[in-house]
Each structure stands twice: as structure tokens, then as C-alpha cells.
């Protein structure tokens, strides 16, 4: 049975379309969007789906089982007021500007009113548009995988981000070279759909800048900000009061990413949401031994510069192109930095917010910068697990402290000797600033252990689900999904989904590095 949705899609009516239809490669110019048809395939297959994003989005279960579920979100059918189309933005990609990218295997079928909000469906993997430069516009199941699963882990974690309602195979093969070194092999498949209120990126707003359209660019931000911003009211700092709080969600979407050690391994501008939503989940990865300098990407492996220590100092860069490609709508730059100001302000302000949640402290006082500090550096220092590591802090008994509890978040036993008297001094440091803060134990360590998930989705369990997926079995992703919805609490049967990497996936493809490639 099609259940009853609403669609109402302001983007194709409010913003300018393309004149063209189709897939065909070409430069757009004076457009936000291009009408493209998502290609049919051949068999698709409903691998999993998010029952709560699908409860939200007003899909029960019956609806979801449905053939043509599985139709329409493999990019085989359409229901009643869909529209699909794709979207043309540039970006900086590495510190470089790469002019138009667009929407290249990325089409949106519609603005689907639900749940008393507005919510833009988007398959992943769905065909050509003109915007694929060159490439197939198809994803395969290793990333659709990833992709389907990161999006609600990071939900359930309270990292903001897209969502994703469906994974669904294909039936066909795609080409793709992993390791870019020239052997290609065919892969299975997938197209997932994500779901976000809004797909607007820093992006959007750089391709019409960087040609010189401030007719277009102004009226991205306009409807930019009566769509998704309506609470700001209008009048002549309306423009300024957005741009600081694009400034203000991107750097708490940066601080909970650190709270959590994510890595987004890709933070190109056009990667980046104005909603401060996590965006585009390619080579991403979770800190598992700690080393700040450690990025996910291949592509990056040289340079690093999306590694996990500088995402604060990247999303602030990426605000400057941001601030200079919306520059010709201000009259000077003042209201512009203002922007970039409270974004560090308000990333200051969070970090230190969960500093304080994570090690137990009550409230933030003169010298717990430098107690996390120190413990990152021990960390670092002594190869240690950081999700492990954080979660048994609230194990450690503040009247005798001692580093029993953090025995399984070491890597190495020689590390570990070398570490273990500057770490047991740190130990009985946090815990007299732990007793000075007179916090109730057991209401300490619910906040400890909120703030510091047992579960994360690592790169090799994700690779174990990908690897049983690929032999027909999906009970691997229905599993890390079920397990991701409850991050934080104690899942008793559930102790092989929080331990240390295995030395199997140290250095293994897919679990220590990944490349762009999907």
C-alpha cells in the first residue's frame, strides 16, 4: 500500500532551474539545479532501512516492505509529487578551488512535509547527472554501507547530522579502482537514501560567487534563510545573524565530533552544511588508537590535512571561503568576522563543555584545559584505546584511584610500561579534582558515561558487516544498527562490539585507511 506523503518542493520553485533536462555533462551557469531522472536498475532489493527515520517520515511497516518501497528508493519509480533533481555548487577540495561540482551521484527526489517538518529525500548512487564529470553517478555497497550505518550512529551519539532511511541493492555491478592504481574490479551496487532538512553546503553559495552571479547568490541566501532559518527575524542584520549561526552549528558539530573522536577524513567545502549537519560520509574513521595526527583518507595521507586534530582549525577555514564568497552582500567585512568571532567562541565554549562532562568535573574551572591536555597526551603517549579509555574513567574509584579499569584500552605492553607512573599520577590528580567538585558518585558517572559512548562505529566492524553483506548475509548491518541506537548504555551480550582494534585490521583496506573511491 503507498502511503499518503506530502511533498512541497520549494527548492525547484523558489530557486532558478536549469534549461536543460538530463544527465549530459555541461556547465551550468545562472542555476541552482538541474531536472535529472534517477536511473532505473535492475533488480532492486531492500538490504535495510531505519525504522525510526521511516516512523518519522510517516512510512510504517507494511509500507516499507512494499515492492515498491524498494522501487523508489533504488531510483525505480517515483511516488505522487516527487521531482527529482540535482544540485550545482563548487567548492575548495584540499585548499584548492575546483569550480563546479555539483550533485554527481547524488539525486533528490523531493521536500517531503513530515513529522511537522520538512524533510529533503536524497538517493546516493541513483545514475548520471550533469554534474558526474565523467563518472558513472552509481555507488557501490562497501560505501552505501558505510554511509547507511555512520548516518545513525552519529544520530544516536547526538552528533548532528544527515539521517538515512534505506539501503537498497541493485542488482548490477559497479566498476570501481579502490586504490587507485589502476586495477579496477566490479563490485556490487547500492543506493542508499539519506535525509536531511536541508542539502544546502558552503558551496552553494561559492560557485555564484566565484562567477560573478550576485543576483544568484543572493538568492540562494535569501531562500537559504526563509526555508531553513525562519526564526530569524527579518531586518537588516537578518543576512549577519546568519552567518553567525552557520558559524556557531558548524563549530558544535566540530566539538562533538572531537567529544566522540570522529574523523570526517574529507572536509571540503562542499562537504560542508550550512545546517551544521555531518555531511557526506566517504573516508571517514573513529580514533581508535589515539594520535591526533591520524586521518582515515588515503588521498590525504601525505599531507594529513583532515586529520583529527585540525578539524576545529579546517571548519574555520572553510568559514573564511564561506565569509568571502557571501563578501559582495556586505556593505565591509565587520559583520562577516563578527561570524567567524562567535564561531570561536562558541566551539571554546563547547569544547570545554564536554571537558567537563567527559572527565566528571561538575563545572569548568582554571586548569581542567590542562588536565585534558595532559591525559590526551598520555593517551597518545601510551597507545591507548580513546573510546575505551574514556568510558572507563568512571570506573576509576576517586577515593583510591589506580589504572585497573583502563588495562583493556592498551595496544601495547611497552607502551603501557613507559606510560603507566605519569598516567597513575594523572589518575590521582583527576580524582582530587573529581572529589573537590562534591558531585553525588552515581550522578557523576551517568554524566561520565553519556558523554563517553561504550559503542562507535569502527572501521572494522563496519568491514565485517561489508564483508558478510557481500556473501548475502545482512545480519551484520542489522546488528551494528541496532547496537549504534544505544551507544552509551551497558548492552550485556554486546562486549565484541566495544573492544580494541584487532591486530587483523591494523593495517587492513577498509578498516585502517579508506580512499574516496565508491
Not at 558513472?136 to 550505518?149: K, Q
Not at 574555520?316 to 556586505?330: D, E, H, I, K, T
Not at 552515581?442 to 572494522?460: E, F, I, S, T
Amino acid at each position: 500500500m503507498t502511503p499518503r506523503l506530502k511533498f512541497d518542493n520549494r527548492f525547484l520553485r523558489e530557486l532558478p532551474g536549469d534549461a536543460e533536462t538530463g544527465s549530459r555533462r555541461r556547465e551550468v551557469l545562472g542555476a541552482a539545479w538541474s531536472q535529472v531522472m534517477p536511473g532505473p536498475v535492475a533488480a532492486p532489493r531492500l538490504l535495510a532501512h531505519a525504522p525510526d527515520v521511516a516512523a518519522m517520515l510517516g512510512f510504517d511497516g507494511a509500507a516499507v516492505q512494499a515492492p515498491d518501497f524498494a522501487a523508489v528508493f533504488a531510483g525505480n519509480a517515483l511516488y505522487d509529487g516527487m521531482q527529482p533533481w540535482a544540485a550545482n555548487y563548487g567548492g575548495h577540495q584540499f585548499g584548492h578551488w575546483a569550480g563546479q561540482l555539483g550533485d554527481g551521484r547524488a539525486i533528490s527526489l523531493g521536500e517531503l512535509l513530515a513529522d511537522g517538518r520538512r524533510w529533503e529525500l536524497q538517493l546516493k548512487g541513483a545514475g548520471p547527472t550533469p554534474y558526474s564529470r565523467g563518472a558513472d553517478g552509481r555507488a557501490v555497497l562497501r560505501s552505501s554501507i558505510r554511509e547507511f550505518l555512520c548516518s545513525e550512529a552519529m544520530h544516536h551519539l547526538g552528533v548532528p547530522t544527515t539521517r538515512a532511511l534505506s539501503l537498497v541493492a541493485t542488482g548490477e555491478t559497479v566498476a570501481r579502482d579502490m586504490f587507485y592504481d589502476g586495477h579496477p574490479c566490479d563490485e556490487p551496487g547500492a543506493v542508499v537514501c539519506r535525509v536531511a532538512p536541508s542539502f544546502i553546503r558552503f558551496g552553494s553559495f561559492e560557485l555564484p560567487s566565484a562567477r560573478g552571479d550576485v543576483a544568484l547568490l543572493r538568492r540562494w541566501v535569501d531562500f537559504c534563510i526563509d526555508r531553513d532559518f525562519p526564526h530569524l527575524a527579518p531586518g537588516p542584520s537578518r543576512q549577519a545573524d546568519w552567518f553567525a549561526e552557520v558559524c556557531t552549528r558548524t563549530a558544535a558539530m566540530v566539538a562533538h565530533w572531537m567529544r566522540v573522536g570522529f574523523v570526517h577524513g574529507v572536509m571540503n567545502t562542499d562537504n560542508m552544511s550550512v545546517l551544521g549537519l555531518t555531511l557526506d560520509y566517504g573516508p571517514y574513521g573513529w580514533i581508535e588508537d589515539y594520535d591526533p595526527d591520524w586521518t582515515p583518507n588515503t588521498t590525504d595521507a601525505q599531507g594529513r590535512r583532515y586529520r583529527f586534530g585540525t578539524q576545529m582549525q579546517v571548519a574555520y577555514w572553510n568559514l573564511v571561503r564561506l565569509a568571502q564568497a557571501l563578501s559582495p552582500l556586505f556593505a565591509d567585512a565587520a559583520p562577516l568576522q563578527a561570524g567567524l568571532d562567535a564561531f570561536q567562541a562558541r566551539y571554546a565554549a563547547d569544547e570545554r563543555a564536554h571537558l567537563v562532562a567527559k572527565l566528571g568535573l561538575g563545572e569548568y574551572r582554571q586548569g581542567d584545559d590542562a588536565l585534558m591536555a595532559r591525559f590526551r597526551e598520555l593517551l597518545h603517549a601510551g597507545e591507548m584505546d580513546m573510546t575505551l579509555a574514556f568510558r572507563a574513567l568512571p570506573d576509576v574509584d576517586p577515593q583510591r584511584p589506580d589504572a585497573a579499569a583502563l588495562e583493556a584500552a592498551f595496544y601495547s605492553p611497552e607502551r603501557r610500561e613507559r606510560v603507566m607512573p605519569d598516567l597513575l599520577d594523572w589518575l590521582r590528580r583527576h580524582a582530587a579534582r573529581v572529589r573537590n567538585a562534591g558531585l553525588d558518585d552515581a550522578a557523576r558517572r551517568a554524566v561520565m558515561q553519556a558523554a563517553n559512548p561504550k559503542y562507535v562505529l569502527r572501521n572494522w566492524l563496519v568491514q565485517q558487516a561489508i564483508d558478510r553483506a557481500a556473501q548475502g548475509d545482512t545480519g551484520g548491518i542489522t546488528d551494528l544498527l541496532e547496537v549504534m541506537r544505544r551507544p552509551c548504555d551497558e548492552q550485556p551480550g554486546r562486549e565484541a562490539f566495544a573492544c580494541r582494534r584487532p591486530d587483523w585490521a591494523r593495517a587492513r583496506a577498509g578498516c585502517s585507511m579508506l580512499s574516496c573511491s565508491s
